[in-house]
């Protein structure tokens, strides 16, 4: 799939925390036919490790998922930018979000700081469409439609896909990540899971989205009901798996990051497990 500002994305990408990506990995995520790397983990302002994950692949684009509005100063992101895209021009995409607000000392609204970021990185040259913002509820998505090439959201459902959709009209990219467990064992696959979602059911941010997507208060409450779970972790077979993933697109949405939870020795074959299925080779 090729957006028409964004360039070959790929229908699928990868979502990997940003340090744990060697060279070789890159390469077998870019044969495999997997479009995107999605690099988590709040990186640093100087993005110096861009660099290091486009290098090895010829066409593989590189996003960021997200850089934090609150710990990356907008200038500095933008030095970065520009310095990426000087030497690998179109293959960079900035993604950037708000974060928890229980981790921030100086918490101000997340709307008028993602707003004057915004702001920030237009003055310093920073292309609407070469940005996106990790957008969850209805304002924060009309502000990615107006003000970037559009949404990246993270842990949430082909229904929300769908209200994003709507909200951002038919020419924004929606790119929802979404976590995968390569296991037909309904309890294994929840208890990863319920391990890798620990830390978001503790904030706000997501359990209000999950709230407003119609889960219950017990839902999500610690550690999570099986529906909750089962509604943001794809598990069984790698049929069922893609068969889940897919529904983000019949939803709306133009690219799916794919987040595999597994160790990082066993990342590469369970992507080339899920690439047959996803239709990628």
Not at 74 to 84: L, N, P, Y
Not at 173 to 186: G, M, S
Request: proline share 7%; charged share 20%.
């Amino acid at each position: 799939m090729t957006h028409p500002t964004l360039g070959p994305f790929g229908v699928f990408g990868v979502f990997e925390q940003w340090k744990q990506l060697s060279a070789g990995q890159l390469g077998d995520i870019e044969a495999l036919g997997y479009g995107a790397i999605w690099a988590g983990g709040s990186p640093p302002a100087e993005l110096d490790w861009v660099e290091s994950l486009l290098e090895p692949t010829e066409k593989l684009q590189v996003a960021t998922g997200i850089v934090n509005i609150w710990s990356s100063p907008a200038g500095q992101v933008a030095e970065s930018f520009h310095r990426i895209e000087a030497a690998y021009p179109g293959r960079f995409l900035l993604g950037i979000g708000a974060g928890h607000p229980e981790l921030i000392a100086e918490y101000k609204k997340p709307y008028a700081a993602l707003t004057e970021y915004l702001d920030k990185l237009g003055e310093y040259g920073v292309p609407k469409d070469r940005r996106v913002v990790a957008a969850l509820g209805p304002q924060v998505l009309k502000l990615a439609a107006r003000r970037s090439a559009g949404a990246h959201p993270y842990l949430t459902t082909p229904e929300h896909t769908a209200q994003a959709r709507a909200l951002l009209g038919p020419d924004a990219f929606i790119a929802p990540e979404h976590k995968v467990v390569l296991t037909t064992a309904a309890e294994q696959a929840r208890a990863v899971g319920r391990k890798h979602l620990d830390i978001y059911l503790k904030g706000t941010n997501y359990v209000n989205n999950w709230k407003r997507l119609g889960f219950t208060d017990t839902d999500v409450a610690a550690p999570g009901s099986d529906a909750l779970i089962d509604a943001l972790i794809a598990y069984g077979s790698t049929d069922a798996v893609a068969a889940r993933l897919k529904e983000h697109l019949a939803a709306g949405a133009n690219h799916v990051p794919v987040q595999v939870l597994t160790e990082p020795d066993k990342l590469i074959p369970a992507l080339a497990e899920l690439a047959g299925p996803l239709g990628l080779n």
